[in-house]
């Protein structure tokens, strides 16, 4: 244990800055992406201003849903595999960052819904997922935060994560089973994008921003949990 | 541990069930002699199915209708208060060290668990399946058979993602408060697939509408029993 911790100590724990450029970087990114979308780019004849929740909700969604999941799965299935502890870091950090996009995607989503579908929440496919995925990363931190022993925490969470992995293809075929009316995919479909030029772009430049927001963040949170873990070890020696 | 041991000692693929039922056997008899768990869970059970009796206006919604829901709803967390003793049974006198150091593999003690929690489920169902469909005045029919098949399906995905939870809140400080946030998701492809099963035969359509919802289950089953066998070791501190 002593080894260990000196090793931390000397190495590998990161500086402590009260400054983080790439956040603040990413912070901009977003603000700028905002201002592009709420002033400078044409409001949609069909569903008007309303529409532009579209380039805060699909971003986040990609981020929360796509990146910060994936991450989540693929870190917990190589930590069974590999025992590494800079992976369940990984884990835990795109677990709670997802938690906040996914948050993000269930605001916005009933605040659209309301000026389009003319109520808050409907009990579609695509939405009852996220609100499953998103409950299901909370039980995961919650699970985290009642293990003692870093060790067990990585393991039991990894084997959580895992299974999560394969859960989410049920969860999303149960509720398909029943019918849908969330709009379908605008820029994620196999043949082009069907939106005008201005619109695509304004899109594509807030889901950069969203990406950048969530890696910085994301970056934040391990370098966190690895101080967090080398105070315990100090502690332990 | 007992995967290393030496050839005098090995352990013999055979031994797999034979383990597994001594297993289930060993958990059923201590449930069998003190049937606190059982009692529990079925007295929870009949009493949910009377409560929920007065929560509906019958003149509104049929009870065929709302039956299939408050069955499964039941079904889940009453097997949730089994699932829960499950793993706190081998905690007194750390009775789960001596389970592991024995020559038992980790995959059979899991089989083993789930095998008992399987049964303990089956027992609440078969007191509460005929007390849902007596005060819900419910007409079952000829597709009776179907619906204990369907029954014993969801159990059974039941019973393995239970059982792995169950060891793993078995390592944490909140053991039983944690083990319905962490399975409640993972009983929605389930336990939504087996009511909506239900729902079919207990309306009376033909059974070929219930297949989508029964393949699901199927696959779940499947894919879930596997998975939780191969990540069980994982639980276990070495």
Same mark, same amino acid.
């Given at each position: 244990?002593?080894?260990?911790?000196?090793?931390?100590?000397?190495?590998?724990?990161?500086?402590?800055?009260?400054?983080?450029?790439?956040?603040?970087?990413?912070?901009?990114?977003?603000?700028?992406?905002?201002?592009?979308?709420?002033?400078? +780019?044409?409001?949609?004849?069909?569903?008007?201003?309303?529409?532009?929740?579209?380039?805060?909700?699909?971003?986040?969604?990609?981020?929360?849903?796509?990146?910060?999941?994936?991450?989540?799965?693929?870190?917990?299935?190589?930590?069974?595999?590999?025992?590494?502890?800079?992976?369940?870091?990984?884990?835990?950090?795109?677990?709670?960052?997802?938690?906040?996009?996914?948050?993000?995607?269930?605001?916005?989503?009933?605040?659209?819904?309301?000026?389009?579908?003319?109520?808050?929440?409907?009990?579609?496919?695509?939405?009852?997922?996220?609100?499953?995925?998103?409950?299901?990363?909370?039980?995961?931190?919650?699970?985290?935060?009642?293990?003692?022993?870093?060790?067990?925490?990585?393991?039991?969470?990894?084997?959580?994560?895992?299974?999560?992995?394969?859960?989410?293809?049920?969860?999303?075929?149960?509720?398909?089973?029943?019918?849908?009316?969330?709009?379908?995919?605008?820029?994620?479909?196999?043949?082009?994008?069907?939106?005008?030029?201005?619109?695509?772009?304004?899109?594509?430049?807030? +889901?950069?921003?969203?990406?950048?927001?969530?890696?910085?963040?994301?970056?934040?949170?391990?370098?966190?949990? +690895?101080?967090?873990?080398?105070?315990?070890?100090?502690?332990?020696? | 541990?007992?995967?290393?041991?030496?050839?005098?000692?090995?352990?013999?693929?055979?031994?797999?069930?034979?383990?597994? &039922?001594?297993?289930?056997?060993?958990?059923?008899?201590?449930?069998?002699?003190?049937?606190?768990?059982?009692?529990?869970?079925?007295?929870?059970?009949?009493?949910?199915?009377?409560?929920?009796?007065?929560?509906?206006?019958?003149?509104?919604?049929?009870?065929?209708?709302?039956?299939?829901?408050? $069955?499964?709803?039941?079904?889940?967390? %009453?097997?949730?208060?089994? $699932?829960?003793?499950?793993?706190? $049974?081998?905690?007194?006198?750390?009775?789960?060290?001596?389970?592991?150091?024995?020559?038992?593999?980790?995959?059979?003690?899991?089989?083993?668990?789930?095998?008992?929690?399987?049964?303990?489920?089956?027992?609440?169902?078969?007191?509460?399946?005929?007390?849902?469909?007596?005060?819900?005045?419910?007409?079952?029919? %000829?597709?009776?058979?179907?619906?204990?098949?369907?029954?014993?399906?969801? %159990?059974?995905?039941?019973?393995?993602?239970?059982?792995?939870?169950?060891?793993?809140?078995?390592?944490?400080?909140?053991?039983?408060?944690?083990?319905?946030?962490?399975?409640?998701?993972?009983?929605?492809? $389930?336990?939504?697939?087996?009511?909506?099963?239900?729902?079919? &035969?207990?309306?009376?359509?033909?059974?070929?509408?219930?297949?989508?919802?029964?393949?699901?289950?199927?696959?779940?089953?499947?894919?879930?029993?596997?998975?939780?066998?191969?990540?069980?070791?994982?639980?276990?501190?070495?």
């Amino acid at each position: 244990m002593a080894t260990s911790a000196a090793t931390i100590s000397r190495g590998t724990v990161p500086d402590v800055k009260a400054f983080d450029s790439f956040l603040a970087i990413s912070l901009i990114a977003v603000l700028a992406s905002c201002v592009r979308a709420i002033w400078f +780019t044409p409001v949609d004849a069909m569903l008007g201003a309303a529409q532009k929740n579209f380039y805060v909700h699909v971003p986040a969604a990609i981020v929360g849903l796509y990146v910060a999941c994936g991450l989540l799965a693929i870190s917990s299935i190589l930590y069974l595999w590999l025992k590494d502890e800079r992976l369940d870091r990984l884990a835990e950090a795109s677990a709670e960052v997802g938690l906040l996009f996914m948050g993000i995607v269930l605001v916005t989503g009933p605040i659209w819904a309301r000026t389009s579908w003319g109520t808050w929440w409907v009990w579609e496919a695509r939405i009852t997922s996220t609100l499953f995925l998103w409950l299901l990363v909370l039980g995961y931190l919650v699970l985290r935060g009642a293990v003692e022993s870093p060790e067990s925490r990585a393991r039991l969470s990894a084997v959580m994560g895992a299974l999560a992995a394969l859960l989410v293809p049920f969860i999303h075929l149960t509720v398909k089973l029943f019918r849908g009316m969330h709009p379908q995919p605008v820029v994620l479909k196999p043949e082009k994008p069907s939106m005008p030029p201005e619109m695509l772009a304004t899109f594509l430049m807030a +889901t950069v921003a969203f990406l950048l927001l969530f890696f910085a963040l994301l970056r934040m949170r391990m370098r966190w949990a +690895t101080l967090r873990d080398a105070r315990a070890a100090l502690e332990g020696a | 541990m007992n995967t290393t041991a030496p050839a005098t000692a090995s352990h013999r693929p055979p031994a797999f069930f034979a383990d597994a &039922i001594r297993l289930a056997r060993k958990d059923l008899l201590i449930e069998f002699r003190t049937r606190s768990a059982f009692l529990a869970a079925t007295v929870f059970a009949v009493l949910a199915v009377v409560i929920f009796r007065f929560t509906w206006d019958p003149t509104a919604i049929p009870a065929f209708d709302l039956a299939p829901g408050v $069955l499964w709803v039941i079904f889940t967390f %009453s097997g949730l208060l089994g $699932l829960n003793r499950s793993f706190g $049974l081998e905690q007194a006198e750390r009775a789960y060290d001596g389970l592991l150091a024995s020559q038992m593999s980790r995959e059979s003690i899991f089989a083993g668990k789930v095998l008992a929690n399987l049964v303990f489920v089956a027992g609440v169902q078969a007191l509460t399946l005929p007390a849902v469909a007596l005060f819900f005045d419910l007409q079952v029919g %000829s597709a009776w058979g179907v619906l204990i098949g369907i029954v014993l399906c969801a %159990s059974l995905g039941l019973a393995a993602v239970g059982t792995l939870f169950a060891a793993i809140a078995a390592n944490t400080r909140l053991a039983e408060l944690l083990l319905p946030m962490m399975t409640l998701p993972f009983f929605v492809p $389930l336990v939504i697939p087996a009511a909506q099963t239900s729902a079919v &035969i207990l309306r009376g359509q033909p059974l070929d509408d219930a297949l989508p919802w029964f393949k699901l289950l199927l696959a779940f089953d499947l894919v879930f029993v596997t998975a939780c066998l191969a990540v069980f070791p994982f639980t276990i501190e070495e």
